[in-house]
């Protein structure tokens, strides 16, 4: 019974320090932020990445203000991110490596990794795979209360 409650203690223990660190509870594809705005950025960069794995441009410029929407396409960004045209982009998987709220509350950088593979290249046709993986920041701005993905910075 006593080695229950040691374990008991240092489970909280560590929970504990994982909130006090903002860090949050991560177990493989299940994520749990202790700050509703930590959560907030975690779960619209997952969607927003979704979006693009699966070519819904229009959903994935919501994240995105109004005004950066007129400004510039999705898909002409992410062929410059990710040096490949939209239509041959197959995002394999991707995952989030880091997340990062500034003192202010304000801003936001999200650190991925995904796993990409560039569809009709010459590589393919000569038998090797172009699987590579894509390190990126995407940075978030607090606006009106609300999140954006600042077009800018990220794409």
């Given at each position: 019974?006593?080695?229950?409650?040691?374990?008991?203690?240092?489970?909280?223990?560590?929970?504990?320090?994982?909130?006090?660190?903002?860090?949050?509870?991560?177990?493989?594809?299940?994520?749990?932020e202790?700050?509703?705005?930590?959560?907030?950025?975690?779960?619209?960069?997952?969607?927003?990445?979704?979006?693009?794995?699966?070519?819904?441009?229009?959903h994935?410029?919501?994240?995105?203000?109004?005004?950066?929407?007129?400004?510039?396409?999705?898909?002409?960004?992410?062929e410059?991110?990710?040096?490949?045209?939209?239509?041959?982009?197959?995002?394999?998987?991707?995952?989030?490596?880091?997340?990062?709220?500034?003192?202010?509350?304000?801003?936001?950088?999200?650190?991925?990794?995904?796993?990409?593979?560039?569809?009709?290249?010459?590589?393919?046709?000569?038998?090797?795979?172009?699987?590579?993986?894509?390190?990126?920041?995407?940075?978030?701005?607090?606006t009106?209360?609300?999140?954006?993905?600042?077009?800018?910075?990220?794409?």
């Amino acid at each position: 019974m006593k080695k229950f409650w040691v374990f008991a203690v240092v489970a909280v223990a560590l929970l504990v320090y994982a909130g006090s660190t903002g860090y949050g509870i991560r177990l493989g594809e299940f994520a749990f932020e202790f700050s509703p705005d930590r959560q907030h950025v975690f779960d619209a960069t997952k969607r927003f990445l979704e979006d693009v794995q699966f070519k819904d441009f229009d959903h994935a410029s919501g994240f995105h203000t109004e005004e950066d929407r007129k400004k510039k396409k999705i898909p002409q960004l992410i062929e410059e991110k990710f040096l490949t045209k939209p239509e041959f982009l197959d995002i394999r998987h991707f995952e989030i490596l880091r997340l990062e709220i500034s003192s202010a509350g304000d801003r936001a950088r999200v650190l991925t990794r995904t796993t990409m593979k560039q569809l009709n290249s010459e590589q393919l046709r000569g038998g090797k795979e172009d699987v590579k993986n894509v390190d990126t920041i995407w940075y978030w701005k607090k606006t009106g209360g609300k999140w954006f993905m600042d077009l800018q910075s990220s794409l």
